[in-house]
């Protein structure tokens, strides 16, 4: 049988549908059409309003708290299984539910390894994401995971600012390989925050390792929630003679006061991706798309070639 490559089509969950649009018109294919209908109750039910049978499929969504949008995602993957799709890939610019990577302490759920059973008993058949919170996390799937690193659009950024005693640094000890990767590539110096939690969320005491006197900061991690370490470690940084601080993160959940502490402390820019949809605009937060990298990926995976090029760590 002579080989053949079916046709890809490309939808979104609800909560992505911006990002999917950029995705979609940089992949060159127009953006599926899903209809959801919603009961009274809240109950909701996608449905694909075109001929899906044979083909490769990819649908985008991140899985961002709360439940209902990885709900949606799980009955989109059950529903294009069932309409007999060829290949279900699952596009996750947030994975949702990834801080739960193991048990902390007693009696409490791995959630990230029950999300990906539910993702793959879908009937997903890939998944593509970006900047896991723990790497690791690829091995709770048994389907194929490729791990997308937003290093690869924020370095180009990075690099356009021109800094001069430029320092990157990481908010907590867990981050100091992202950090170092980050370094390495830049040529700097590495400083790490260490921090004790009260609970989640609460930090009771930061301390820094390293000197920033006369630097420019960068911090760099994978995620900015309450920005409560990110605007902690901004101020310390400038208190112990940092030029300026600012932050890269991945991913925006901005959660809580977030925006009002980051309009309230000395960072001098949050740089992010749009794999959430910002909640309100703020002249201290740039957006920077991820839309090309995931595009490209997807077109990659889609003719079976390498996606190796997408990788600067």
Known sequence: MPNFITEAK????????????????????????????????????????????????????????????????????DAAKRASARHITAVLPYFGWARQDRKDKPRVPIAAKLVAKMLEAAGATRIITMDLHADQIQGFFEKPVDHLFASTIFLPYLRSLNLDNLTIASPDMGGSKRAYAYSKIMESDVVICYKQREKANVISHMELIGDVTGKNVVLVDDMVDTAGTLTKAADLMMERGALSVRAICTHPILSGNAYERLENSKLEELIVTDSIPLKQKSDKIRVISCADLFAGVMHNVHYNKSISSKFLM
């Open 10 to 77: 490309i939808f979104a969950c609800s909560q992505s549908t911006e990002l999917a649009e950029k995705i979609a018109a940089t992949f060159g294919a127009p953006l599926g059409k899903v209809i959801t209908s919603t009961y009274s109750d809240g109950e909701f039910q996608p449905s694909y309003e075109e001929s899906i049978r044979g083909t490769r499929i990819f649908i985008i969504g991140s899985t961002h708290p709360g439940p209902k949008n990885l709900m949606e995602m799980l009955l989109m993957i």
